[in-house]
């Protein structure tokens, strides 16, 4: 992930959900889909929090032609500022977790790790447990 100096101010926390996509799109090799946009601070839950600025991001993503934006949920009440016309080309996709972020942005869901034989040693004994996925 490479956030340059430049002349671009760059501030606040709302490339949240953009980093995380693009880390799991950079670890898992999926692509993220050239179509998407997205906005919104994470939490370390991967809970999707609010944003400001978001009329003047979305007039932006209408501008260069991203088909696909994903706002935080809690932003919703916020598309009343948004003009019609913007609101008619674009696909505003509102979302609460990083679970649905993914499986918007990226060009095919991840899918879970699975570990293959996980054991532990208990009192002496080795338990092996069967293959299963991981939570988050």
């Given amino acids: 992930i490479h956030v340059p100096d430049g002349a671009t101010p760059k501030d606040g926390p709302s490339a949240g959900i953009a980093m995380c996509t693009a880390l799991v ?3 898992t090799g999926i692509p993220v889909r050239a179509d998407v946009a997205m906005t919104g601070e994470i939490t370390l839950r991967g809970e999707v ?3 400001g600025g978001l009329k003047e991001k979305l007039l932006a993503a209408h501008r260069g032609g991203i088909r696909i934006v994903l706002i935080p949920e809690e932003n919703r009440k916020d598309l009343v500022e948004i003009p019609q016309n913007v609101k008619d080309k674009l696909d505003i996709r509102p979302v609460k977790w990083i679970d649905q972020v993914l499986e918007l942005a990226l060009a ?3 899918r879970p790790r699975v570990e293959s034989v996980a054991s532990v040693e ?3 004994r ?3 447990a069967p293959d299963v996925p991981l939570a988050h």
């Fill in 122 to 124: 208990l009192a002496g």
């Fill in 25 to 27: 799109s950079s670890l």
């Fill in 126 to 128: 080795v338990v092996v």
């Fill in 49 to 51: 929090m609010p944003i």
């Fill in 108 to 110: 095919e869901p991840p």
